[in-house]
């Protein structure tokens, strides 16, 4: 039942997402909040660790929205951000950041867990954690990474036997494409 719940607030988070409003972080501290047991219980312990990541980045993500507030960027708060492309120094710092996570995660669960996916369990969360970091900036790309990742995590929920999560990344994964054009829209509108 908590993985059904999860679904649902699952599908009206992406909704919110799609339609680029700020009521997406008001889903996104609840989802994370119930798939912390849904993950544990299945022993995708990255996955488990990352929705705590999710808890923290829905906040900053709502007052980045708001405020244009940024952790790592020079620019002073403008107001509300606005969809953007990723500039190119964001990319080398997202690529970094995948790379260590990656590295560090499948280490730990490797030698500190009795996960049987650590590969692909670390590639889903070290992704999904640049993945969050873009959709907090409004980074239009972010939408590409989402793709990525809810395809493998898809596959990773069906090897697991969480087969209504599965479903849900496969849709998110079709959606995600809809999500870049109506964003690309939104983007050139503004």
């Known amino acids: 039942m908590l993985e059904i719940l999860g679904v649902i607030v699952g599908i009206i988070y992406l909704w919110l997402e799609y339609r680029a409003s ?9 989802m994370p909040a119930i798939y912390i047991f849904v993950y544990y219980d299945a022993g995708l312990y990255a996955d488990f660790g990352i929705n705590i990541y999710y808890l923290v980045i829905a906040l900053y993500g709502w007052v980045a929205w708001k405020t244009g507030f940024s952790l790592f960027g020079r620019e002073k708060p403008k107001g509300e951000l606005r969809i953007t492309r990723t500039p190119r120094n964001a990319w080398a710092k ?48 972010q939408w590409w990474v989402w793709c990525i990742v809810d395809v493998a995590s898809s596959a990773l929920y069906i090897y697991k036997g969480l087969y209504f999560t599965a479903v849900l990344y496969a849709v998110y994964a079709i959606i995600a494409i809809f999500g870049y054009y109506k964003w690309k829209k939104l983007m050139q509108n503004d």
């Open 22 to 30: 700020i009521y997406l972080w008001i889903a996104g501290i609840i």
């Open 94 to 141: 997202a690529a970094v950041a995948y790379v260590v996570t990656q590295l560090f995660t499948a280490w730990l669960l490797i030698e500190h867990t009795d996960s049987t996916v650590p590969w692909a369990d670390s590639f889903t969360t070290a992704l999904s954690i640049v993945g969050m970091w873009m959709l907090a900036r409004k980074y239009i790309e």
